[in-house]
Nanobody
């Protein structure tokens, strides 16, 4: 069992930055790939990016590539989402999720493949 708690959301102006954190409980955090998803009102949950269990590989949605960066610290059981050059369309609830199964990177885009989810943190980009 893994419990995930996101933090770091808030209100930021367009062009600004935020760093989200996702703290995980449990001793097997390093065995999970960690994904970030987001959901805006009226929209389906959208893949943002993922980092492999070792932290050696990351993969991003085209909409955030070059602006967002995922990293992890397995010693602290924490994964991060650094968001730069934020736009109003980035406004959403952001969720982290853990996937314990070894699978192809493209499959990480599917929210159904994740085993555990956090409660989400709100990010609002507005002037």
């Amino acid at each position: 069992q893994v419990q995930l708690v996101e933090s770091g959301g808030g209100l930021v102006q367009p062009g600004g930055s935020l760093r989200l954190s996702c703290a995980a409980s449990g001793r097997t955090f390093s065995g999970y790939a960690m994904g970030w998803f987001r959901q805006a009102p009226g929209n389906e949950r959208e893949f943002v990016g993922v980092i492999t269990s070792s932290g050696g590989t990351t993969y991003y949605a085209d909409s955030v590539k070059g602006r967002f960066t995922i990293s992890r610290d397995n010693a602290k059981n924490t994964v991060y989402l650094q968001m730069n050059s934020l736009r109003p369309e980035d406004t959403a609830i952001y969720y982290c999720a853990a996937d314990r199964t070894l699978r192809a990177t493209v499959a990480r885009r599917d929210a159904r493949n994740y085993d555990y989810w956090g409660q989400g943190t709100q990010v609002t980009v507005s002037s």
